[in-house]
């Protein structure tokens, strides 16, 4: 079984930051991708950022430039930078990870969120 643990989340001010930390564990082989994703109350779940083992990394328009995904490969551990924090980035955070399991399997693994309150 694999843990994800999130943790960084809270309240702060519009305009401040914030740095999300996610940390896997358990029986892995390797980790394919990493990301967050986030769920605002009455809206869908949404990506944010991933980022895969080899660097490559994707981000929602809404938080471009802003927010940075970057990744301990051999703590694996998942970050998200978040700057210039507004209302609408308010929302429980999920960290995902595309884990291959010793045997072979590839599976989906989501962390039991953290929540981001931006104040205006």
């Known amino acids: 079984q694999v843990q994800l643990v999130e943790s960084g989340g809270g309240l702060v001010q519009v305009g401040g930051s914030l740095r999300l930390s996610c940390a896997a564990s358990?029986?892995?082989?390797?980790?394919?991708?990493m990301g967050w994703y986030r769920q605002a109350p009455g809206k869908q779940r949404e990506l944010v950022a991933t980022i895969i083992s080899r660097g490559t990394t994707n981000y929602a328009d809404s938080v471009k430039g802003r927010f940075t995904i970057s990744r301990d490969n051999a703590k694996n551990t998942v970050f998200l930078q978040m700057n210039s924090l507004k209302p609408e980035d308010t929302a429980v955070y999920y960290c995902?990870?595309?884990?291959?399991?010793?045997?072979?399997?590839?599976?989906?693994?989501w962390g039991q969120g953290t929540q981001v309150t931006v104040s205006s």
């Open positions: 358990g029986s892995i082989f390797s980790i394919n991708a």
């Open positions: 995902n990870a595309i884990v291959t399991l010793p045997v072979g399997s590839t599976r989906n693994y």
